[in-house]
């Protein structure tokens, strides 16, 4: 019995036009890739910018064309606001959001390294209590693996991650209920990755980032360890140079479409960076925020006596920066204020 090979449908480009075009540009609008008004149902050079823009953003290697194929196609239809089934290209929050209160122009956030081979139950419990008590809005949470079920228990927050990105969902963002948490993204860094200390592996770090309360992108990133700087240059293990410089320049790439693409909204980039906000040189942190206009906050003292744990912003103002306890990491929780410049809508 012969049975008709499955056919593709053909691929979307500049100058089609139809319904399939019109449902592409809608998903695109919705999540923020295509200026409101824009869809009408003919593929243009806005909507393969558009297209080549939520390629960088979703995992897409090398240098990703402006056309839609099945792979885009099936990614479009399971990116979605809140989901629970993670894709490379999809968040994985637990829990719900309202979005019914007042869009606060405040939010209280923080920066904390979990630390790798601790008890779940005892870091659910210290961020647990540490959250309600100072009533923060959301954290940036690096080396989370193997915590990510434990996070998701947090009384009235949840977690959004990647867990099937290069690293598993190594950093991602711990979110109270009632803000609404839109355009998840993972921001994955290339080079291979490298071998620990243990012998084990390493994948290639990612970031994750999330629009809060519908004016605040928030990024939580971790570089690579066990990079330094000499003569403006980074030295280091060769695998762990190449995963920093390639993340950098994706942390870049998406901070610079981020700011131009979406000019009302606000960027907040932060996490453990391992340098200080003080390294020069093309790739490290201070690298990508002068060039993405970006203002570094640091300063405060975590890790032993470093100030590695630090957030980076533009178009939003950020205040009340402190070090707090170490809640059983070998890092200090970084707690601060957001606060949206008045005027701003």
Same mark, same amino acid.
């Given at each position: 019995m012969r049975t008709a090979p499955h056919r593709q449908r053909p691929l979307l480009h500049v100058g089609s036009t139809g319904s399939r075009v019109q449902k592409v540009e809608e998903r695109l609008e919705s999540l923020g890739y295509?200026?409101?008004?824009?869809?009408?149902?003919?593929?243009?050079a806005g909507t393969a910018k558009a297209v $080549?823009?939520?390629?960088?953003?979703?995992?897409?290697?090398?240098?990703?064309?402006?056309?839609?194929?099945?792979?885009?196609? =099936?990614?479009? =239809?399971?990116?979605?606001?809140s989901t629970s089934a993670p894709t490379t290209a999809q968040a994985s929050p637990t829990g719900g959001s309202g979005g019914k209160n007042k869009t606060p122009s405040t939010l209280k956030g923080a920066t904390y390294n979990v630390e790798r081979d601790r008890n779940p139950k005892q870091v659910q419990k210290f961020l647990g209590d540490f959250v309600k008590k100072?009533?923060?809005?959301? $954290?940036? $949470?690096?080396?989370?693996?193997?915590?990510?079920?434990?996070?998701?228990?947090i009384p009235g927050y949840h977690l959004v991650t990647f867990p099937n990105s290069k690293d598993h969902g190594e950093s991602g963002i711990l979110v109270k209920d009632d803000l609404l948490a839109k355009h998840a993204t993972s921001i994955q860094g290339e080079g291979g990755g490298w071998t620990t200390v243990r012998g084990?592996?390493? +994948?290639?770090?990612?970031?994750?980032?999330?629009?809060?309360a519908g004016w605040l992108e928030v990024v939580s990133a971790h570089q +690579? +360890?066990?990079?330094?700087?000499?003569?403006?240059?980074?030295v280091g293990p060769e695998h762990r140079v190449s995963t920093y410089k390639s993340l950098s320049e994706k942390l870049?790439?998406?901070?610079? =479409?981020?700011?131009?693409?979406?000019p009302d909204q606000a960027l907040l980039i932060g996490g453990d960076w391992n340098e200080g906000a003080s390294t020069k040189g093309k790739w490290s942190p201070n690298w990508i925020a002068q060039q993405a206009g970006m203002t570094t906050h640091g300063g405060v003292k975590t890790h032993g006596n470093a100030s590695i744990d630090y957030e980076m912003s533009a178009g939003c103002q950020v205040s009340n920066v402190k070090a707090g306890p170490t809640l059983g990491s070998d890092h200090n929780i970084v707690t601060f204020t957001v606060s949206r410049p008045k005027g701003k809508r």
């Open positions: 295509l200026k409101k008004g824009a869809a009408d149902d003919r593929f243009d $080549v823009d939520y390629k960088r953003d979703h995992g897409w290697k090398g240098e990703p064309q402006g056309v839609v194929g099945e792979r885009m196609a =099936r990614s479009l =239809r399971h990116t979605t606001a100072h009533k923060l809005d959301f $954290v940036q $949470v690096q080396e989370i693996n193997g915590y990510h079920k434990a996070l998701e228990k084990g592996h390493a +994948p290639p770090r990612a970031a994750t980032a999330v629009q809060l +690579p +360890p066990s990079v330094d700087w000499k003569n403006g240059n980074p870049l790439a998406f901070a610079q =479409r981020q700011l131009k693409n979406h």
